[in-house]
Protein backbone atom coordinates (compact mmCIF):
# COMPACT_ATOMS: atom_id res chain seq x y z
CA UNK A 1 0.00 0.00 0.00
CA UNK A 2 1.52 2.83 -0.95
CA UNK A 3 0.74 5.93 0.75
CA UNK A 4 3.13 8.57 -0.67
CA UNK A 5 2.46 8.01 -4.77
CA UNK A 6 5.51 10.12 -6.76
CA UNK A 7 5.52 10.79 -10.38
CA UNK A 8 7.37 10.48 -12.68
CA UNK A 9 10.04 7.32 -12.24
CA UNK A 10 12.41 9.37 -14.58
CA UNK A 11 12.97 12.86 -16.03
CA UNK A 12 15.25 14.18 -18.63
CA UNK A 13 15.67 18.23 -18.78
CA UNK A 14 17.90 20.04 -20.28
CA UNK A 15 20.50 22.71 -18.95
CA UNK A 16 18.77 25.84 -17.72
CA UNK A 17 15.16 23.82 -17.78
CA UNK A 18 12.74 23.42 -15.02
CA UNK A 19 12.34 20.13 -13.46
CA UNK A 20 8.70 19.18 -11.66
CA UNK A 21 8.57 16.13 -9.40
CA UNK A 22 4.78 15.55 -7.99
CA UNK A 23 3.89 13.62 -4.89
CA UNK A 24 0.09 13.09 -3.94
CA UNK A 25 -0.90 11.66 -0.41
CA UNK A 26 -3.65 9.70 1.27
CA UNK A 27 -3.49 10.60 4.63
CA UNK A 28 -4.80 13.92 6.17
CA UNK A 29 -2.85 12.84 9.57
CA UNK A 30 0.29 13.73 7.51
CA UNK A 31 2.19 16.84 8.91
CA UNK A 32 5.63 17.16 7.28
CA UNK A 33 6.92 16.90 3.97
CA UNK A 34 10.71 16.56 3.23
CA UNK A 35 12.57 16.45 0.00
CA UNK A 36 15.33 14.50 -0.35
CA UNK A 37 17.96 14.42 -2.58
CA UNK A 38 20.27 11.48 -3.34
CA UNK A 39 23.69 10.72 -5.00
CA UNK A 40 24.76 7.55 -6.69
CA UNK A 41 26.42 5.72 -3.67
CA UNK A 42 25.37 7.97 -0.88
CA UNK A 43 23.15 8.32 1.42
CA UNK A 44 20.03 10.33 0.98
CA UNK A 45 20.24 14.03 2.07
CA UNK A 46 17.19 16.77 3.22
CA UNK A 47 16.91 19.05 0.40
CA UNK A 48 13.74 20.91 1.78
CA UNK A 49 10.62 20.66 3.78
CA UNK A 50 7.50 22.28 4.51
CA UNK A 51 4.71 22.17 6.58
CA UNK A 52 0.80 22.17 5.95
CA UNK A 53 0.61 25.69 6.93
CA UNK A 54 2.42 27.43 4.05
CA UNK A 55 1.55 26.76 0.59
CA UNK A 56 5.34 27.62 -0.59
CA UNK A 57 8.84 27.26 -0.08
CA UNK A 58 11.68 28.41 -1.70
CA UNK A 59 15.09 27.70 -1.14
CA UNK A 60 17.85 28.88 -3.63
CA UNK A 61 16.72 27.06 -7.08
CA UNK A 62 14.74 24.90 -5.23
CA UNK A 63 10.81 25.06 -4.53
CA UNK A 64 8.24 23.03 -2.37
CA UNK A 65 4.56 23.81 -3.77
CA UNK A 66 2.04 22.45 -1.20
CA UNK A 67 -2.00 21.48 -1.98
CA UNK A 68 -3.23 20.62 1.10
CA UNK A 69 -7.34 20.35 -0.43
CA UNK A 70 -6.06 18.24 -3.68
CA UNK A 71 -3.52 16.47 -0.84
CA UNK A 72 -0.27 16.81 -3.38
CA UNK A 73 3.08 18.79 -3.37
CA UNK A 74 6.03 19.09 -5.84
CA UNK A 75 9.42 19.96 -6.24
CA UNK A 76 10.39 22.42 -8.17
CA UNK A 77 14.02 23.26 -9.66
CA UNK A 78 14.61 25.91 -11.53
CA UNK A 79 17.53 26.46 -13.82
CA UNK A 80 18.12 22.84 -13.61
CA UNK A 81 22.14 22.21 -13.74
CA UNK A 82 23.97 18.80 -14.49
CA UNK A 83 25.29 18.31 -11.09
CA UNK A 84 21.48 18.28 -10.04
CA UNK A 85 21.21 14.93 -11.82
CA UNK A 86 20.45 12.66 -8.48
CA UNK A 87 17.53 10.67 -7.30
CA UNK A 88 14.74 12.82 -5.29
CA UNK A 89 12.16 10.90 -2.98
CA UNK A 90 8.98 12.89 -1.49
CA UNK A 91 8.37 11.78 1.99
CA UNK A 92 5.40 12.65 5.04
CA UNK A 93 5.40 11.89 8.07
CA UNK A 94 2.30 11.57 10.57
CA UNK A 95 1.33 13.13 13.52
CA UNK A 96 4.60 13.45 15.21
CA UNK A 97 5.28 9.46 14.92
CA UNK A 98 9.32 10.13 13.94
CA UNK A 99 8.29 7.96 11.07
CA UNK A 100 8.72 8.93 7.57
CA UNK A 101 6.84 7.10 4.44
CA UNK A 102 8.65 7.91 1.47
CA UNK A 103 8.33 7.95 -2.19
CA UNK A 104 9.47 5.83 -5.42
CA UNK A 105 12.20 8.22 -6.35
CA UNK A 106 12.66 10.01 -9.24
CA UNK A 107 15.61 10.28 -10.98
CA UNK A 108 16.70 13.38 -12.69
CA UNK A 109 18.88 13.74 -15.28
CA UNK A 110 20.05 17.13 -16.70
CA UNK A 111 21.88 17.20 -19.61
CA UNK A 112 24.54 20.17 -21.04
CA UNK B 1 32.21 14.62 13.08
CA UNK B 2 31.70 11.63 11.49
CA UNK B 3 27.77 11.51 11.30
CA UNK B 4 26.28 8.31 10.71
CA UNK B 5 28.97 5.88 9.83
CA UNK B 6 27.60 2.22 8.91
CA UNK B 7 29.81 -0.85 8.39
CA UNK B 8 30.89 -2.94 6.52
CA UNK B 9 30.04 -0.72 3.00
CA UNK B 10 29.59 -4.35 0.90
CA UNK B 11 28.58 -7.87 1.64
CA UNK B 12 28.29 -11.35 -0.24
CA UNK B 13 26.52 -14.04 2.09
CA UNK B 14 24.61 -16.88 1.06
CA UNK B 15 21.38 -18.11 1.66
CA UNK B 16 20.85 -19.25 5.37
CA UNK B 17 23.99 -17.35 6.56
CA UNK B 18 23.58 -14.42 9.38
CA UNK B 19 25.22 -11.47 9.16
CA UNK B 20 24.94 -8.37 11.57
CA UNK B 21 25.03 -4.17 10.04
CA UNK B 22 26.64 -1.66 11.83
CA UNK B 23 25.22 1.73 12.51
CA UNK B 24 26.67 4.32 14.55
CA UNK B 25 26.02 8.60 15.00
CA UNK B 26 28.04 11.01 17.15
CA UNK B 27 25.20 13.85 16.62
CA UNK B 28 23.69 12.41 20.26
CA UNK B 29 20.58 11.96 18.46
CA UNK B 30 17.74 10.32 20.42
CA UNK B 31 16.10 8.34 17.18
CA UNK B 32 17.30 5.86 15.12
CA UNK B 33 16.36 4.22 11.95
CA UNK B 34 16.85 1.46 9.49
CA UNK B 35 15.49 1.29 5.92
CA UNK B 36 16.22 -0.84 2.93
CA UNK B 37 16.58 0.77 -0.65
CA UNK B 38 15.21 -1.62 -3.57
CA UNK B 39 14.15 -0.26 -7.29
CA UNK B 40 11.16 1.23 -7.48
CA UNK B 41 10.49 1.01 -3.94
CA UNK B 42 11.90 3.80 -2.52
CA UNK B 43 13.13 3.85 1.11
CA UNK B 44 11.07 1.39 3.46
CA UNK B 45 11.36 1.08 6.74
CA UNK B 46 12.69 -1.70 8.73
CA UNK B 47 12.97 -0.78 12.47
CA UNK B 48 13.37 2.25 14.33
CA UNK B 49 14.45 3.32 17.55
CA UNK B 50 12.91 6.34 19.46
CA UNK B 51 15.69 5.88 22.55
CA UNK B 52 18.14 3.59 24.21
CA UNK B 53 16.43 0.62 24.64
CA UNK B 54 13.42 0.96 22.46
CA UNK B 55 12.66 -0.38 19.39
CA UNK B 56 9.73 -0.41 17.09
CA UNK B 57 8.73 -2.09 13.85
CA UNK B 58 8.46 -0.33 10.50
CA UNK B 59 7.02 -1.38 7.43
CA UNK B 60 8.98 -4.26 6.56
CA UNK B 61 10.45 -5.79 10.08
CA UNK B 62 9.49 -9.39 9.09
CA UNK B 63 13.37 -11.39 8.78
CA UNK B 64 15.52 -8.40 11.02
CA UNK B 65 16.22 -7.96 14.75
CA UNK B 66 17.26 -5.22 16.01
CA UNK B 67 19.64 -3.56 18.73
CA UNK B 68 19.89 -0.31 20.28
CA UNK B 69 22.67 -1.05 22.02
CA UNK B 70 22.99 2.46 23.94
CA UNK B 71 22.19 5.94 22.07
CA UNK B 72 25.29 5.66 19.67
CA UNK B 73 24.67 2.41 18.26
CA UNK B 74 22.13 0.54 16.37
CA UNK B 75 22.86 -2.73 14.80
CA UNK B 76 20.47 -4.72 12.17
CA UNK B 77 20.78 -8.67 12.45
CA UNK B 78 19.80 -11.22 9.69
CA UNK B 79 19.30 -14.56 11.38
CA UNK B 80 18.82 -16.75 7.86
CA UNK B 81 19.71 -14.06 5.17
CA UNK B 82 17.17 -14.85 2.09
CA UNK B 83 17.87 -14.22 -1.87
CA UNK B 84 14.80 -11.30 -0.43
CA UNK B 85 17.03 -9.58 1.51
CA UNK B 86 19.59 -8.54 -1.27
CA UNK B 87 19.00 -4.52 -0.88
CA UNK B 88 21.22 -1.77 -0.11
CA UNK B 89 20.39 -1.11 3.93
CA UNK B 90 21.09 2.67 4.99
CA UNK B 91 20.63 3.44 8.82
CA UNK B 92 19.01 7.16 9.66
CA UNK B 93 19.42 9.55 12.65
CA UNK B 94 16.91 12.46 14.22
CA UNK B 95 16.67 14.19 16.54
CA UNK B 96 12.93 13.67 16.02
CA UNK B 97 10.29 16.42 14.81
CA UNK B 98 8.66 16.13 18.26
CA UNK B 99 11.69 17.59 19.60
CA UNK B 100 11.77 20.30 16.56
CA UNK B 101 14.29 18.68 14.69
CA UNK B 102 12.57 16.06 12.01
CA UNK B 103 15.91 16.32 9.66
CA UNK B 104 16.92 12.32 9.38
CA UNK B 105 20.99 12.04 8.73
CA UNK B 106 21.32 8.78 6.22
CA UNK B 107 24.66 6.92 6.22
CA UNK B 108 26.62 5.90 3.11
CA UNK B 109 24.59 2.82 3.14
CA UNK B 110 25.54 -1.31 3.08
CA UNK B 111 25.36 -3.13 0.05
CA UNK B 112 24.47 -6.57 0.15
CA UNK B 113 24.16 -9.46 -2.17
CA UNK B 114 22.27 -12.92 -0.86
CA UNK B 115 23.14 -16.01 -3.09
Known amino acids: QQQVKQSPQSLIVQKGGISIINCAYENTAFDYFPWYQQFPGKGPALLIA?????SEKKEGRFTISFNKSAKQFSLHIMDSQPGDSATYFC???????????FGTGTRLQVFP | NAGVTQTPKFQVLKTGQSMTLQCAQD?????MYWYRQDPGMGLRLIYY???????DKGEVPNGYNVSRLNKREFSLRLESAAPSQTSVYFC??????????????FGPGTRLLVL
Open chain 2, 92 to 105: ASSEGVRRGAPTQY
Open chain 2, 27 to 31: MNHNS
Open chain 1, 91 to 101: AAEKDNTDKLI
Open chain 2, 49 to 55: SASEGTT
Open chain 1, 50 to 54: IRPDV
